[in-house]
């Protein structure tokens, strides 16, 4: 489960932000809001969290600095090349962030013990990193890498808690690579489960973009698969009464790069397609997927992701999850993460979203609801509802609607409106 994520100097923010999941004390919602953790100092995490916030605010750039993170552990080691400049972007409106680098770190836990990883880079290398495991009370920092200006190179501090052929990793990792990702190619017994934790636990969709639903459409080969489709949309109460799949052929693009550029070739082969059952008292017809709505897409598409989620204990992250979902279906998603028979390995959701009719304490705790907003300077800020402290009966929409907690935009009313042409 993720505890923890800070960013610095990364697009809209400057100063470092912390986004947590570690619960509050507050006791509302508890048996169904939090996931137990088995550690004193931090017994309870928050099972879903949204961000809210006015536009270019900064909620997408912290969604996808948590992406961007994963990608770079994921692809530094491997999918990059020597030299190859990573594609990162620093604070812009301040000269001295600009020529900063850019950092990121995370707390998690693994096999029940809380681990703390970060780096920081610029788009030539990587400048910091570091790995703390805290066993017990105090922590055990496994490893710390920095970069040494006068000998352009890397220096390494290991400690005894990492074992391995520590050399061997210090040698092979490039400057644009991080030591961590390459240890874990080469197969370090302890590395390697926070490597795959990092790169395979966050599922991550930006805004407007929606997963393929060829994902839900293989759940369909299966008579469990079926049922579970079939119970989710019924849940949704899109007048769906069962869901199939036909096999038709097709093509498949390819794309392979090389020395020369890209290639291109299609290869002929039978595509599996959903197809949508509507009945009625006066009949019934099978429709395809792009003859439904545009709501009724996104949601199939996202039913195999969220059941993954949930069956695994991952964490999804949406940028903009009410997208062409209507306030009730978003209701049912978020909630299917607070059931704890559904979600019962403690999976977590991170969301935006501007609908806020879903700041309703029946749905959320105050401590699951966060705001970003822009200061003077144009860097983003972020921040819990419960920095205010609401009172046990206020009513949270209108309260952030009248402008109470921030994080809305303000219009100045001597500009005088837009006149229609003509």
Same mark, same amino acid.
């Given at each position: 489960?993720?505890?923890?994520?800070?960013?610095?100097?990364?697009?809209?923010?400057?100063?470092?932000?912390?986004?947590?999941?570690?619960?509050?004390?507050?006791?509302?919602?508890?048996?169904?809001?939090?996931?137990?953790?088995?550690?004193?100092?931090?017994?309870?995490?928050?099972?879903?969290?949204?961000?809210?916030?006015?536009?270019?605010?900064?909620?997408?750039?912290?969604?996808?600095?948590?992406?961007?993170?994963?990608?770079?552990?994921?692809?530094?080691?491997?999918?990059?090349?020597?030299?190859?400049?990573?594609?990162?972007?620093?604070?812009?409106?301040?000269?001295?962030?600009?020529?900063?680098?850019?950092?990121?770190?995370?707390?998690?836990?693994?096999?029940?013990?809380?681990?703390?990883?970060?780096?920081?880079?610029?788009?030539?290398?990587?400048?910091?990193?570091?790995?703390?495991?805290?066993?017990?009370?105090?922590?055990?920092?496994?490893?710390?890498?920095?970069?040494?200006?006068?000998?352009?190179?890397?220096?390494?501090?290991?400690?005894?808690?990492?074992?391995?052929?520590?050399?061997?990793?210090?040698?092979?990792?490039?400057?644009?690579?991080?030591?961590?990702?390459?240890?874990?190619?080469?197969?370090?017994?302890?590395?390697?489960?926070?490597?795959?934790?990092?790169?395979?636990?966050?599922?991550?969709? @930006? !805004?407007? *973009?929606?997963?393929?639903?060829?994902? #839900?459409?293989?759940?369909?080969? +299966?008579?469990?698969? %079926?049922?579970?489709?079939?119970?989710?949309?019924?849940?949704?109460?899109?007048?769906?009464?069962?869901?199939?799949?036909?096999?038709?052929?097709?093509?498949?693009?390819?794309?392979?790069?090389?020395?020369?550029?890209?290639?291109?070739?299609?290869?002929?082969?039978?595509?599996?397609?959903?197809?949508?059952?509507?009945?009625?008292?006066?009949?019934?017809?099978?429709?395809?997927?792009?003859?439904?709505?545009?709501?009724?897409?996104?949601?199939?598409?996202?039913?195999?992701?969220?059941?993954?989620?949930?069956?695994?204990?991952?964490?999804?992250?949406?940028?903009?999850?009410?997208?062409?979902?209507?306030?009730?279906?978003?209701?049912?998603?978020?909630?299917?993460?607070?059931?704890?028979?559904?979600?019962?390995? @403690? !999976?977590? *959701?991170?969301?935006?979203?501007?609908? #806020?009719?879903?700041?309703?304490? +029946?749905?959320?705790? %105050?401590?699951?609801?966060?705001?970003?907003?822009?200061?003077?300077?144009?860097?983003?800020?972020?921040?819990?509802?419960?920095?205010?402290?609401?009172?046990?009966?206020?009513?949270?929409?209108?309260?952030?609607?009248?402008?109470?907690?921030?994080?809305?935009?303000?219009?100045?009313?001597?500009?005088?409106?837009?006149?229609?042409?003509?």
């Amino acid at each position: 489960m993720l505890l923890e994520f800070r960013v610095r100097n990364y697009r809209s923010i400057r100063d470092e932000i912390v986004f947590s999941f570690v619960a509050s004390k507050e006791k509302k919602l508890a048996d169904t809001h939090l996931a137990s953790t088995g550690i004193t100092s931090i017994p309870h995490v928050l099972r879903s969290a949204v961000v809210y916030g006015p536009n270019a605010s900064g909620k997408s750039t912290l969604l996808f600095a948590l992406h961007y993170m994963r990608s770079v552990i994921a692809e530094s080691a491997t999918v990059m090349q020597p030299g190859q400049p990573f594609v990162v972007q620093p604070f812009r409106l301040d000269v001295e962030y600009a020529k900063q680098p850019s950092e990121f770190e995370i707390t998690f836990l693994l096999g029940g013990v809380r681990h703390q990883y970060g780096f920081s880079l610029t788009s030539e290398r990587i400048v910091d990193e570091w790995l703390l495991v805290y066993r017990a009370a105090k922590p055990q920092q496994w490893f710390r890498r920095n970069f040494n200006e006068e000998t352009q190179s890397s220096d390494y501090d290991f400690s005894t808690y990492l074992t391995g052929p520590r050399k061997l990793w210090q040698e092979t990792t490039r400057p644009n690579a991080l030591f961590l990702s390459t240890a874990a190619q080469l197969n370090s017994e302890l590395l390697g489960p926070i490597f795959r934790w990092l790169v395979e636990q966050p599922v991550y969709f @930006g !805004a407007g *973009l929606s997963p393929l639903p060829d994902l #839900t459409t293989q759940m369909l080969q +299966t008579d469990m698969g %079926r049922m579970a489709v079939r119970e989710f949309l019924a849940s949704a109460d899109i007048s769906i009464s069962d869901v199939i799949s036909v096999s038709r052929p097709g093509f498949l693009q390819n794309i392979m790069f090389g020395p020369d550029g890209p290639k291109f070739s299609r290869e002929e082969r039978e595509l599996l397609m959903p197809q949508f059952v509507h009945k009625t008292e006066h009949g019934s017809a099978t429709f395809e997927l792009h003859e439904e709505s545009q709501g009724t897409q996104r949601l199939y598409a996202l039913i195999a992701p969220v059941l993954d989620v949930l069956k695994n204990g991952r964490m999804l992250i949406v940028d903009e999850l009410d997208s062409s979902l209507h306030p009730l279906l978003v209701r049912r998603l978020v909630r299917m993460f607070h059931q704890p028979d559904l979600n019962p390995l @403690g !999976a977590q *959701l991170l969301f935006s979203t501007h609908d #806020t009719s879903l700041l309703d304490r +029946t749905l959320f705790r %105050r401590d699951q609801i966060w705001f970003t907003e822009k200061d003077q300077d144009q860097a983003t800020r972020l921040y819990p509802l419960s920095d205010f402290s609401p009172r046990e009966t206020e009513a949270w929409e209108k309260g952030y609607l009248i402008g109470r907690y921030g994080a809305v935009p303000f219009f100045d009313e001597s500009v005088p409106p837009i006149q229609a042409a003509g």
